[in-house]
Protein backbone atom coordinates (compact mmCIF):
# COMPACT_ATOMS: atom_id res chain seq x y z
CA UNK A 1 0.00 0.00 0.00
CA UNK A 2 1.42 3.00 -1.15
CA UNK A 3 0.71 5.96 0.79
CA UNK A 4 3.31 8.80 0.27
CA UNK A 5 4.14 9.70 -3.47
CA UNK A 6 7.17 11.63 -4.44
CA UNK A 7 7.79 13.52 -7.87
CA UNK A 8 9.41 16.20 -9.48
CA UNK A 9 13.60 14.59 -9.39
CA UNK A 10 14.96 14.40 -12.60
CA UNK A 11 19.31 15.00 -13.93
CA UNK A 12 20.06 18.67 -13.78
CA UNK A 13 23.32 20.43 -14.03
CA UNK A 14 25.46 22.37 -11.73
CA UNK A 15 23.63 25.53 -10.08
CA UNK A 16 19.92 24.07 -11.52
CA UNK A 17 16.90 24.29 -9.70
CA UNK A 18 14.25 21.33 -8.79
CA UNK A 19 11.18 21.08 -6.85
CA UNK A 20 9.86 17.87 -5.47
CA UNK A 21 6.49 17.09 -4.32
CA UNK A 22 5.39 14.66 -2.23
CA UNK A 23 1.51 13.97 -1.85
CA UNK A 24 -0.46 11.56 0.40
CA UNK A 25 -2.75 8.99 -1.61
CA UNK A 26 -3.91 7.22 1.79
CA UNK A 27 -3.42 9.02 5.17
CA UNK A 28 -4.38 12.15 6.19
CA UNK A 29 -0.83 14.27 6.26
CA UNK A 30 -2.09 17.54 7.47
CA UNK A 31 -1.38 15.87 11.15
CA UNK A 32 2.43 15.09 10.96
CA UNK A 33 5.28 16.45 10.70
CA UNK A 34 6.84 16.10 7.78
CA UNK A 35 10.27 15.76 5.97
CA UNK A 36 13.05 14.77 3.41
CA UNK A 37 15.71 12.57 3.41
CA UNK A 38 18.04 11.13 1.22
CA UNK A 39 19.91 8.21 0.67
CA UNK A 40 23.40 8.34 -1.83
CA UNK A 41 24.61 5.03 -2.81
CA UNK A 42 26.63 3.12 -0.45
CA UNK A 43 25.99 5.62 2.13
CA UNK A 44 22.84 5.89 4.73
CA UNK A 45 19.50 7.56 4.49
CA UNK A 46 20.44 11.22 5.58
CA UNK A 47 18.21 14.53 7.24
CA UNK A 48 17.49 17.15 4.98
CA UNK A 49 14.57 19.20 6.17
CA UNK A 50 11.41 19.01 7.92
CA UNK A 51 8.77 20.61 8.84
CA UNK A 52 5.91 20.96 11.00
CA UNK A 53 2.03 19.92 10.89
CA UNK A 54 1.19 24.22 10.84
CA UNK A 55 3.83 25.17 8.68
CA UNK A 56 5.22 27.21 10.59
CA UNK A 57 8.71 25.40 12.07
CA UNK A 58 11.44 23.90 9.95
CA UNK A 59 14.82 22.72 10.11
CA UNK A 60 17.75 22.04 7.46
CA UNK A 61 20.54 20.25 7.79
CA UNK A 62 23.74 22.27 7.44
CA UNK A 63 24.20 21.02 4.00
CA UNK A 64 21.17 22.58 2.52
CA UNK A 65 20.89 25.52 4.46
CA UNK A 66 20.19 28.87 2.40
CA UNK A 67 19.56 26.55 -0.89
CA UNK A 68 16.82 23.97 -0.04
CA UNK A 69 13.18 25.15 0.71
CA UNK A 70 10.70 22.99 2.24
CA UNK A 71 6.90 23.85 2.68
CA UNK A 72 3.69 22.66 2.92
CA UNK A 73 -0.06 23.05 1.50
CA UNK A 74 -2.15 21.37 4.02
CA UNK A 75 -5.39 22.00 1.64
CA UNK A 76 -3.65 19.99 -0.84
CA UNK A 77 -2.06 17.32 1.71
CA UNK A 78 1.00 18.37 -0.07
CA UNK A 79 4.60 18.56 0.76
CA UNK A 80 7.27 20.37 -1.30
CA UNK A 81 11.45 20.47 -1.54
CA UNK A 82 12.48 23.70 -3.59
CA UNK A 83 16.28 23.08 -4.61
CA UNK A 84 18.00 25.81 -5.96
CA UNK A 85 21.88 26.24 -7.00
CA UNK A 86 21.82 22.05 -6.95
CA UNK A 87 25.82 20.74 -6.67
CA UNK A 88 26.64 17.00 -7.42
CA UNK A 89 26.72 16.04 -3.71
CA UNK A 90 23.00 16.75 -3.58
CA UNK A 91 22.85 13.67 -5.90
CA UNK A 92 20.78 10.95 -4.03
CA UNK A 93 17.08 9.27 -3.94
CA UNK A 94 14.87 11.73 -2.23
CA UNK A 95 12.26 10.62 0.01
CA UNK A 96 9.07 12.15 1.61
CA UNK A 97 8.16 10.85 5.17
CA UNK A 98 5.65 11.44 7.92
CA UNK A 99 6.16 11.35 11.52
CA UNK A 100 4.35 12.63 15.16
CA UNK A 101 6.50 15.09 15.61
CA UNK A 102 8.91 17.91 14.46
CA UNK A 103 12.10 18.23 15.63
CA UNK A 104 15.79 19.74 15.37
CA UNK A 105 17.00 16.15 15.92
CA UNK A 106 15.36 14.01 13.20
CA UNK A 107 16.17 10.64 12.70
CA UNK A 108 14.60 7.98 10.24
CA UNK A 109 13.12 5.97 13.15
CA UNK A 110 11.12 8.75 14.17
CA UNK A 111 8.63 9.01 10.60
CA UNK A 112 6.02 6.58 10.53
CA UNK A 113 5.11 6.87 6.66
CA UNK A 114 7.55 6.62 3.65
CA UNK A 115 7.38 7.31 0.00
CA UNK A 116 9.38 5.24 -2.18
CA UNK A 117 11.61 7.92 -3.15
CA UNK A 118 12.53 10.13 -6.44
CA UNK A 119 16.10 10.20 -8.22
CA UNK A 120 17.85 13.39 -8.13
CA UNK A 121 21.22 13.72 -10.32
CA UNK A 122 23.14 16.98 -10.30
CA UNK A 123 25.91 16.61 -13.07
CA UNK A 124 29.00 18.52 -12.76
Known amino acids: QVLLVESGGGLVQTGDSLRLSCEDS????????MGWFRQAPRKEREFVAN????????HYADSVKGRFTISRDNARNALYLKMNNLKPEDTAVYYC?????????????????WGQGTQVTVSS
Open 26 to 33: GINTVIYA
Open 51 to 58: IDKDGVLT
Open 97 to 113: AAGPTWSVKPAPAHYYY
